[in-house]
C-alpha cells in the first residue's frame, strides 16, 4: 500500500547500502529462495518509488546482472533483475550484452533492459540485429521467436532505421506468413494427466466468437482452448503492423497522406491485387499491405458476431480500432485501397454510430473519412456534427473515451481547416468531459484552448469555465436521476442532495439547467446565481471539489490564448465580466478565493495590454467601487483594480482623462478607505489584509500629485491613518506588521505630497523616464532625482513625530 511507498522512499543511502549487501549474499547463494525473492520485490520498489535515481553498490549490480544471464534461475527472480535495472537505465554501470547462448525468454529481458539505456551505445541496433539473426536462422517458430517479436516491435519505433534493406524485405516476408498462414487448430495441453484418454487430447478447431467453427484463416478475435505458437505469433504479428506499416520501407512515414495520387493511380492497381492469387506475385512490401488489408476485412467481418463472452465483445470493439487505424496508413500509402475500403467502413460507421456501446470506434473512422477529404466521398460537415454534438452529452462519464476525444481533436486540428467555427462552437459539450473527468484532462484542455478560443464566443467560454464546477454537479444530478442503467458511472455515493435532485426535475428551474447542458454556444449567457444556491449542498462532492482545483489553471490558459485575438473592445469586455462575475461563483471549498487571485492577476494584465481602460470604463468601475460589498472576501481582485485606477488613470496614458474623472475616483476611494478603516474581523467577515489599505492610500496620493487641489485632502487623510494605524484599537484589525506597514506608508506617501512636483515626478513619471536608459545610466535623471527623494524623505521622516 501508500505506507510501504512511503517507507520506500525515505530510505537513506547508508540504510540502501547495507540492504544491497544484504542482497548480494542472497545472490551468491546456492538455493535463490522466497528470500531473495522478498528482498528483489523490496528493492525494486525503493528504486521505483523516487523521482530521482537511487545508486546501488556494484557488486549488487554485477550480480542483478549475473542473475538475469543463469540458465536455471527461476524466471520471477530475473524478471525483478531486468525490473530494477530498467529503473536504473541510463546507467554506464551496466555491462549487458546479447549473447546467443541465453534462451529467448532472457534475450527479452536483456533486450527490455539495453532498450531503457536510451541508445547511447547504440544499444537499440544490437538489439534489432540480434532479433534479426533469429528471424534469419528459420529456426521453428518455437517460443524464440513469440519472445523475441514484441522487442522487434519496440525497435520498429524507437529506430527504424536499423533495418537494411534485406533485413527489411525478410521480416515482411514472415509478418506475412504468420498474419496469413497461422494454424486453424488449436494447441494442444502442455502435458497430459494419468486419467486423460488419448481423445480428450485431440486438438479441436478454431472458432469465432459467437461460437462457430472458424472456416476463414486465424485472426485475433478467433478463440480457442489453447493457442500454438504460429497463432500467438499472429497476435502480436497484427499487434505490431500498424508501426512497421509505417516506418518500414524507404519511404518512411514522411510520404505518407497525399489524395491527389488516388485519381492518378485509380483502379489499375486494385484490379492487379483484386484477388490472392494474384496478390502472391506483388514484392514483399506490396505484399504485406495487401494481407494486412485481407486481415482487416476480416476483422471487420468478425466484429459484426454477437460475442458470447464480455471480454470478447471488448476485444472486438478495440480490434475495430487497431483495423481502422491500419487501414488509414495503407490507404494512405496506397491510395487503391481507398476504393476498396470505402463501401465496407461506410457500412461499419453507420452500424457504430447507433451502438453506444461502440462510441470509441466513431473516432478512427471520423480520421479515415476527414483525413481522406473529397476522395472518401463523405459528408464531412454530418460527422463533426454527430461527434461534437451526441458523443460527449451521452459519454462524457467514459474516462477512456474522454481522453481519446479530446486527443483526436488535438490531433486533428490540421484536418478541421473550414470547420473549425464547429469545434469552436461546441466547446460547451467538449466541457463535459472535463468537467467529469477534470484532473487527468486537465492538460490536455490546456493544449487545446487556444484552438478553441475564438473572439465571438471568448466571453461565454470564460463564464462556461467559472460555471465548471457547477456544471459537474449539474452532470451528476443528470445521470443519478436517469434510469438505472447496467453500467452506471461512478459518482460520491456518500453524497445525499435529495433537495438538490427535486430542483433538477422542477420545471421552474429547467431553462437554466438546460443552458448550463447546451451541447453548443449560444450567443447569450444566463446568470446562473440561483442555481449556485440551489447546489450548494452538491459542493461537498469529491469529483465537484476536483474540478474546482482546476479552473484556476484553465483560466491562465485561456486568458493566455485570449489575448492573442482581442482587441480593443473584448478586452473591456473581459475586464467588465471579471469584475461582475467575482462575486457570483459557485460556493465550493476554496474555490472563491482561488479564482479570485487569478482573476486579480488577469484584469491586472489586461489593463497592462490596454491601458486605457480603466478611462473607458470609469463609469464602471466607479460603479464597482461603490457597491463593494464584503470588500474583504475580494480583496485581491479590489486590491488590483485599485492599483490599476492609481496607474492608469493619467493622462500619459489617455488624454481623454480628465480633472473631474480623477476627482470622482479620489471621492469613491477616500470612502472606501473609510469603509476598510471602520470595519472591524468577526467570525462572518474575516480581517482585511494590509495590503488593500496601503494600495488605497498610494493610489489616492497619486491622483492627488495628478489635482493638486486634492493634495490637502490627501495629506490630511494620510495623517489621519498614520495615528491610526499607532493607536492600540489598530491590533484588533491589523497584526503588529500590518499596522507598522501602514504607518510607514502613510509617512513616506506625506513626505512626497509636501513636494507636489517631486511627487508628480516619482509617482507619474512619463514614458520617458520609464525607458531603461534612465534606469541603467547613473549620470541621468532618474537615478539622480531618486537619491534627492531618498534623502530628502530620510530628512522629513526623522524630522516627524513618532
Not at 21 to 45: N, Y
Not at 545 to 572: E, K, M, R
Not at 768 to 791: F, G, I, M
Request: net charge neutral; charged share 20%.
Amino acid at each position: 500500500g501508500w505506507s510501504a511507498v512511503a517507507q520506500s522512499q525515505e530510505i537513506q543511502d547508508e540504510e540502501l547500502k547495507k540492504f544491497c549487501s544484504r542482497i548480494s549474499k542472497l545472490l551468491q547463494a546456492e538455493d535463490l529462495g522466497p528470500d531473495t525473492l522478498d528482498s528483489l520485490q523490496r528493492l525494486f520498489l525503493i528504486v521505483s518509488a523516487t523521482k530521482y535515481s537511487r545508486r546501488l553498490e556494484k557488486t549488487c549490480v554485477d550480480l542483478l546482472q549475473a542473475t538475469l544471464g543463469l540458465s536455471a534461475c527461476p524466471e520471477q527472480l530475473q524478471v525483478l533483475c531486468a525490473a530494477i535495472l530498467r529503473e536504473m537505465s541510463p546507467s554506464d554501470s551496466l555491462s549487458l550484452a546479447w549473447d546467443h547462448t541465453q534462451n529467448s525468454r532472457q534475450l527479452s529481458l536483456v533486450a527490455s533492459v539495453l532498450l531503457a539505456q536510451g541508445d547511447r551505445n547504440e544499444e537499440v541496433r544490437a538489439v534489432g540485429q540480434g532479433v534479426l539473426r533469429a528471424l534469419e536462422s528459420r529456426q521453428p517458430e518455437g517460443p524464440s521467436l513469440r519472445h523475441l517479436l514484441p522487442v522487434m516491435a519496440k525497435v520498429v519505433v524507437l529506430s527504424p532505421g536499423t533495418l537494411q534493406e534485406d533485413q527489411a524485405t525478410l521480416l515482411s516476408k514472415r509478418l506475412v506468413d504468420w498474419l496469413r498462414y497461422a494454424s486453424l487448430q488449436q494447441g494442444l495441453p502442455h502435458s497430459g494427466s494419468f486419467f486423460s484418454t488419448p481423445r480428450a487430447r485431440q486438438p479441436g478447431p478454431i472458432t469465432e466468437v459467437d461460437g462457430a467453427v472458424a472456416t476463414d484463416f486465424f485472426t485475433v478475435l478467433s478463440t480457442g482452448h489453447r493457442f500454438t505458437e504460429d497463432q500467438w505469433l499472429n497476435v502480436q504479428a497484427f499487434s505490431m503492423l500498424r508501426a512497421w506499416l509505417l516506418h518500414s520501407g524507404p519511404e518512411g512515414p514522411g510520404t505518407l497522406d497525399t489524395d491527389d495520387r488516388s485519381e492518378q493511380e485509380g483502379s489499375t492497381l486494385s484490379v492487379i491485387s483484386a484477388t490472392s492469387s494474384a496478390s502472391r506475385l506483388l514484392p514483399p512490401r506490396e505484399r504485406l499491405r495487401e494481407v494486412a488489408f485481407e486481415y482487416c476485412q476480416r476483422l471487420i467481418e468478425q466484429s459484426n458476431r454477437r460475442a458470447l463472452r464480455k471480454g470478447d465483445s471488448d476485444l472486438q470493439k478495440a480490434c475495430l480500432v487497431e483495423a481502422v487505424l491500419v487501414l488509414d496508413v495503407l490507404c494512405r500509402q496506397d491510395p487503391s485501397f481507398l476504393y476498396r475500403s470505402l463501401s465496407c467502413l461506410k457500412a461499419l460507421h453507420g452500424r457504430v454510430r447507433v451502438d453506444p456501446a461502440s462510441v470509441r470506434v466513431l473516432l478512427p473512422l471520423a480520421h479515415f473519412f476527414l483525413s481522406h477529404g473529397e476522395a472518401a466521398a463523405v459528408d464531412s460537415e454530418a460527422v463533426y456534427q454527430h461527434l461534437f454534438t451526441r458523443i460527449p452529452a451521452e459519454q462524457f462519464h467514459s474516462p477512456m473515451l474522454a481522453f481519446e476525444f479530446i486527443q483526436f481533436c488535438r490531433d486533428n486540428l490540421h484536418l478541421f481547416s473550414g470547420h473549425l467555427s464547429t469545434l469552436r462552437l461546441s466547446f460547451p459539450n467538449l466541457f463535459k468531459f472535463l468537467a467529469w473527468n477534470s484532473p487527468p484532462l486537465t492538460s490536455e484542455f490546456v493544449a487545446l484552448l487556444p484552438a478553441l478560443v475564438d473572439a465571438g464566443t471568448a466571453q461565454e467560454m470564460l463564464h462556461a469555465l467559472l460555471d465548471l464546477p457547477c456544471l459537474t454537479a449539474v452532470l451528476d444530478l443528470q445521470l443519478r436521476s436517469a434510469p438505472a442503467a447496467s453500467e452506471r458511472p461512478l459518482w460520491d455515493t456518500s453524497l445525499r442532495a435529495p433537495s438538490c435532485l427535486e430542483a433538477f426535475r422542477d420545471p421552474q428551474f429547467q431553462a437554466l439547467f438546460q443552458y448550463l447542458l447546451r451541447p453548443k454556444a449560444s450567443g447569450a449567457t444566463e446568470r446562473l446565481a440561483p442555481l449556485h444556491q440551489l447546489l450548494q449542498p452538491m459542493a461537498g462532492c469529491a469529483r465537484v471539489a476536483q474540478c474546482a482545483q482546476a479552473v484556476p489553471t484553465l483560466l491562465q490558459a485561456f486568458f493566455s490564448a485570449v489575448t492573442q485575438v482581442a482587441d480593443g473592445s473584448l478586452i473591456n469586455q473581459l475586464a467588465l465580466l471579471l469584475l461582475g462575475r467575482s462575486d457570483s461563483l459557485y460556493p465550493a471549498p476554496g474555490y472563491t478565493a482561488r479564482v479570485h487571485s487569478v482573476l486579480s492577476s488577469q484584469f491586472l494584465a489586461l489593463c497592462t495590454l490596454k491601458p486605457s481602460l480603466v478611462v473607458e470604463l470609469a463609469r464602471d468601475l466607479l460603479e464597482f467601487l461603490g457597491s463593494v460589498n464584503g470588500l474583504c472576501s475580494r480583496a485581491s481582485l479590489v486590491t488590483s483594480v485599485v492599483w490599476a485606477i492609481g496607474e492608469y488613470l493619467s493622462v500619459t496614458y489617455d488624454r481623454r482623462c480628465t480633472v473631474e474623472q480623477i476627482n470622482k475616483f479620489f471621492e469613491a476611494l477616500e470612502a472606501l478607505l473609510f469603509e476598510v478603516t471602520q470595519c472591524r474581523p468577526s467570525a462572518d467577515l474575516p480581517r482585511c489584509p494590509p495590503q488593500v489599505v496601503t494600495v488605497l492610500m498610494t493610489t489616492l496620493t497619486k491622483l492627488a500629485s495628478r489635482s493638486q487641489d486634492l493634495i490637502p485632502r490627501a495629506s490630511l487623510l494620510l495623517s489621519k491613518m498614520r495615528t491610526l494605524a499607532q493607536s492600540p484599537a489598530t491590533s484588533s484589525t491589523h497584526s503588529k506588521e500590518g499596522a507598522e506597514a501602514i504607518r510607514t506608508r502613510a509617512t513616506e506617501l506625506l513626505t512626497l505630497l509636501k513636494m507636489p512636483s517631486v511627487a508628480q515626478f516619482v509617482l507619474t513619471p512619463s514614458t520617458e523616464v520609464c525607458s531603461p536608459r534612465y534606469h541603467r545610466d547613473a549620470n541621468t535623471a532618474l537615478p539622480l532625482a531618486l537619491r534627492t527623494v531618498s534623502r530628502l524623505v530620510e530628512r522629513e521622516a526623522g524630522l516627524l513625530p513618532g
